[in-house]
């Protein structure tokens, strides 16, 4: 199994798409994380919904977890506003790392290190061309686990 032959399409968003926009995204889809490209789609980080969801999180609950016990649902409800006028170039985090990329001809081993490595949820196959690159698809870590898994099994 080659990168090109395990990568489907998947949820993308541009750096200064509607943060609000990307959560709903990620939530009605269950995703685990969105791909972020450039203006020309190129891959330029991957934003899990963990991420989203410390976004909607108050600091002060984050510190002090007992907290959440005694914010009502009626607060609950507001922590959406967070992410309200933000676009997704705001919710990357300074330490966000670039995401991992494979080139088409990389085997499923060769992702699963990758993914192993880094910890990533996604992994970007971008075809490099004079103009700098081409993103095939993606491979989610569940996909190349299920894909992993069938080969083992026959």
Known sequence: MRARDLAVEYETVGLDSDALEAARSMAQ??????????????????LPATQMIKILVPGYVIDAPALAAVVDER??????????????RDCLSQTTPPPVVAAPDDTALEIAAQMARTRSPLVAVVEKDKAGGRLLGVITA???????????SA
């Open 29 to 46: 889809q269950r995703l685990p994380a969105v791909l972020v490209v450039d203006a020309e789609g190129a891959p330029r980080a991957i």
């Open 75 to 88: 607060h609950a409800d507001r922590l959406c506003a967070a992410l309200r006028g933000r676009t997704v």
């Open 142 to 152: 569940s996909h190349l686990l299920e894909r992993l898994l069938a080969a083992g």
